[in-house]
């Protein structure tokens, strides 16, 4: 048997591994690159101030009187409300959050909203389960663009700080 068989030294396929390494090292590193400078673009192309700024709901006034109101007895009933888009935007849905003794949360339409149009809306409220009403608060929400998904524009919420007067009969 010969023994002319040549084969690499240990130094020499060490530095191939380490090469190797570093060479997949480098593409992982561009691929996850790019990858963070897309999704990085992409959230301050789409973020709350430049989707919401343009929205504007506000609830229906008459004579100096906000349309929102309670309709029921002490134990449950419904919070009544008529909302208008004042923008030139769509609103993609509105949440509504009653707090009282915690917090009720509704989701008051999924439709679209278009601009310009009331939304007349009635929520099922118990009384004895959340007690007196404090504040209620009704969220917009917007499509971002190219995308399913939705976001909720806090900052446009219109806010009602004291418990609705009672419906008119």
Same mark, same amino acid.
């Given at each position: 048997?010969?023994?002319?068989?040549?084969?690499?030294?240990?130094?020499?396929?060490?530095?191939?591994?380490?090469?190797?390494?570093?060479?997949?090292?480098v593409?992982?590193?561009?691929?996850?690159?790019?990858?963070?400078?897309?999704?990085?673009?992409?959230?301050?192309?789409f973020?709350?101030?430049?989707?919401?700024?343009?929205?504007?709901? #506000?609830l229906?006034? !008459?004579?100096?009187?906000?349309?929102i109101?309670? /309709?029921?007895?002490? =134990?449950?009933?419904?919070?009544?409300?008529?909302?208008?888009?004042?923008?030139? /935007?769509? !609103?993609?849905?509105?949440?509504?959050?009653?707090?009282?003794?915690?917090? =009720?949360?509704?989701?008051?339409?999924?439709?679209?909203?278009?601009?310009?149009?009331?939304? #007349?809306?009635?929520?099922?409220?118990? =009384?004895?389960? =959340?007690?007196? !009403? /404090?504040?209620?608060?009704?969220?917009? /929400?917007?499509?971002?663009?190219?995308?399913? $998904?939705?976001?909720?524009?806090?900052?446009?919420?219109?806010?009602?700080? #004291?418990?609705? $007067?009672?419906?008119?009969?």
């Open positions: 048997m010969s023994r002319n068989k040549k084969a690499m030294s240990p130094l020499v396929a060490t530095i191939l591994l380490i090469s190797f390494a570093i060479a997949l090292g593409v992982v590193m561009s691929f996850g690159s790019t990858y963070y400078e897309n999704s990085r673009f992409s959230a301050q192309q973020n709350e101030s430049t989707l919401c700024e343009p929205l504007a709901l #506000e229906l006034e !008459i004579q100096g009187h906000k349309q109101c309670y /309709r029921g007895d002490i =134990y449950s009933g419904s919070v009544e409300f008529v909302l208008v888009n004042d923008a030139n /935007r769509a !609103i993609e849905g509105v949440q509504m959050w009653i707090v009282g003794s915690s917090i =009720y949360v509704k989701d008051v339409t999924n439709q679209t909203f278009l601009p310009g149009y009331p939304l #007349e809306g009635a929520v099922q409220y118990d =009384y004895s389960k =959340y007690k007196a !009403i /404090r504040q209620v608060q009704f969220i917009p /929400r917007v499509r971002i663009p190219d995308s399913e $998904e939705t976001l909720f524009c806090f900052n446009k919420a219109v806010v009602v700080n #004291e418990e609705p $007067e009672e419906c008119a009969p």
